[in-house]
C-alpha cells in the first residue's frame, strides 16, 4: 500500500514537472526567472522581452529577408521560446542594413516598425568582457587562420548574397596585421561613435565604446580570438553599463 502510495506521489510530482516543462518550453508563462533566464540578441526593433515573445507569430519572415544569414528560430534544446527568432553573435551577428529589412518583413509587431533605419537599432550593447586575450592590448598580431569561421559559415550559405562577398573581402586582409577588427567591422553608418581603437596604459590600444554602439553583434562575431574579448549584451543600453556603472 505504502508503495502504491508513494508511486502515485512521484506519478504526480513528474507529471507536474513534466507541464511545468512543457508550458515554459512553450513560452507561456513569463516568469520574472525564464525572461532573466533569456539572454538572446533579438533582431532589430524587438519588443520588450514579455511583449515579443507575446507578439512573435514565428513566421520566419524576418529571416527570409536578412541579406547577412543573421537570424535563427530557436529549437526546442534551447529551452522556451522556441520558434522564435535570434541572433548569435558568435556565428553570424547583425549588420546594421540602413533600411532594416527584417524589421519591414514583420508582420506581428514583435519587431517594431519605428526602427526604420541603422542608428534606431538597439539591441544591446559591446562590452570588452575579456581585456586580457585581447590582441590589440597585447601587441599580437592577427593569427593566420583567424578568418576560417567566417569561411566556414559562408561555404554552409545557399543563397549568398553579394554583401556577404564584400563584407568577407574587408575582413579577409587582417592576417598579421595590429588587431583593429571590432573597430574597423563595426558596420554602422558612423562607426566612430560605437567604437575607436584608443592608446591604453601598457602602450597598446583597446577598443573603447561609445553611446552610439547599437548592440548589433559585429565586433563580436569578428574578434579573432577562440572565445571573443569583446561581446554584447544583449538588451543592455550604453547608460546602464557604463554611465550608471560607475
Ligand atoms: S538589420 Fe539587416 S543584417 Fe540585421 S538582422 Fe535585420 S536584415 Fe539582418
Ligand atoms: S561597437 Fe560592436 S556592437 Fe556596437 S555597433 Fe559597433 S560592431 Fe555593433
Ligand atoms: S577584435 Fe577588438 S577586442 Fe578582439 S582582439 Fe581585436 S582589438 Fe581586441
Redesign the pocket.
Known amino acids: 500500500m505504502a508503495k502504491v502510495q508513494t508511486d502515485r506521489r512521484d506519478f504526480v510530482k513528474y507529471s507536474t514537472l513534466g507541464v511545468l516543462g512543457l508550458v515554459l518550453g512553450g513560452g507561456i508563462i513569463f516568469s520574472p526567472y525564464t525572461l532573466r533566464a533569456e539572454n538572446r540578441l533579438r533582431?532589430?526593433g524587438a519588443m520588450p522581452e514579455k511583449e515579443f515573445l507575446a507578439l512573435c507569430i514565428k513566421c520566419g519572415q524576418?529571416l527570409q529577408?536578412?541579406?547577412?544569414h543573421?537570424?535563427e528560430l530557436a529549437d526546442m534544446a534551447m529551452g522556451h521560446g522556441e520558434g522564435t527568432p535570434y541572433?548569435d553573435a558568435n556565428v553570424r551577428a547583425?549588420?546594421?542594413?540602413e533600411a532594416?529589412?527584417?524589421?519591414l518583413a514583420c508582420p506581428s509587431g514583435a519587431l517594431d516598425h519605428s526602427c526604420e533605419k541603422a542608428e534606431d537599432?538597439k539591441m544591446g550593447i559591446a562590452v570588452l568582457e575579456f581585456p586580457d586575450t585581447c590582441l590589440a592590448m597585447s601587441n599580437t598580431p592577427v593569427p593566420k587562420g583567424y578568418n576560417d569561421k567566417m569561411h566556414k559559415f559562408i561555404d554552409g550559405v545557399r543563397h549568398i548574397n553579394p554583401l556577404e562577398d564584400q563584407l568577407l573581402e574587408k575582413f579577409d586582409k587582417y592576417e598579421g596585421e595590429q588587431c583593429t577588427l571590432c573597430a574597423d567591422m563595426c558596420p554602422i553608418p558612423n562607426p566612430m561613435g560605437a567604437i575607436a581603437m584608443v592608446p591604453d596604459a601598457n602602450g597598446g590600444n583597446k577598443p573603447e565604446i561609445y553611446d552610439g554602439c547599437i548592440g548589433?553583434g559585429a565586433c563580436q562575431e569578428v574578434c579573432p580570438t577562440s572565445k571573443p574579448s569583446i561581446v554584447v549584451k544583449p538588451r543592455v543600453t550604453y547608460d546602464e553599463y557604463y554611465t550608471n556603472k560607475s
Open positions: 533582431p532589430p524576418c529577408v536578412c541579406p547577412y543573421s537570424i541572433i547583425c549588420y546594421a542594413c532594416v529589412p527584417c524589421v537599432i548589433c
